[in-house]
T-cell receptor
């Protein structure tokens, strides 16, 4: 099946720093989605991207749909303690059933004060 | 909140016993999904449904079956639970935009332990 490579796997940052993570695929995707998951909860949608090159912000979060349609990145500016969690990228591949979402393995973010 | 309720939230069961997890939605979405989440694997699709009595397999469907007799309920059954099925199970619905399924919204999860 489709595979999404997400990096880094984990990161420790200091409060106030900017964070960047990315997701790459060997095949083309039609949509890119970024989720955050807190302990004991389901993933929550942060940003959805639908067009190649699209840059979308949600507060301190910014995500981009790569021009090649094979990658996406998520930036978090001025991190705060509540940013701690696991961030997942996900997308709909261009081939196969449009119903199926493929997920990356996640980036675990930990913030030190 | 997409009106998704999973039950039970936690369950411990013995190897070889049948287990059914329930997902209930209140917003009449056509597409529903069951995922499992395990360390190092992210979220993997087990089965999904695109309407009442219409279901299809995901990438890790072996050992699982599903049923959807009503729009609002999607059931996941482990016919004979094994320890490898110890996991956190998430139900999701997806929203259609422009004829495509786009965002997926998740329930709070069911933690299943098979002993």
């Amino acid at each position: 099946g489709q595979q999404l490579n997400q990096s880094p796997q984990s990161m420790f940052i200091q409060e106030g720093e900017d964070v960047s993570m990315n997701c790459t695929s060997s095949s083309i995707f039609n949509t890119w989605l970024w989720y955050k998951q807190d302990p004991g909860e389901g993933p929550v949608l942060l940003i959805a991207l639908y067009k190649a090159g699209e840059l979308t912000s949600n507060g301190r979060l910014t995500a981009q749909f790569g021009i090649t349609r094979k990658d996406s990145f998520l930036n978090i500016s001025a991190s705060i303690p509540s940013d701690v969690g696991i961030y997942f990228c996900a997308g709909h591949p261009s081939t196969g059933t449009a119903s199926k979402l493929t997920f990356g393995t996640g980036t675990r973010l930990q913030v030190t004060l | 909140d997409a009106g998704i309720t999973q039950s039970p939230r936690h369950k411990v069961t013995e190897t070889g016993t049948p287990v059914t997890l329930r997902c209930h939605q209140t917003e009449n979405h056509r597409y529903m999904y069951w995922y499992r989440q395990d360390p190092g694997h992210g979220l993997r699709l087990i089965h999904y449904s695109y309407g009442v009595k219409d279901t299809d397999k995901g990438e890790v469907s072996d050992g699982y079956s599903v049923s959807r007799s009503k729009t609002e309920d999607f059931l996941l059954t482990l016919e004979s639970a094994t320890s490898s099925q110890t996991s956190v199970y998430f139900c999701a619905i997806s929203v259609r935009q422009g004829g495509l399924n786009t965002e997926a919204f998740f329930g709070q999860g069911t933690r299943l332990t098979v002993v």
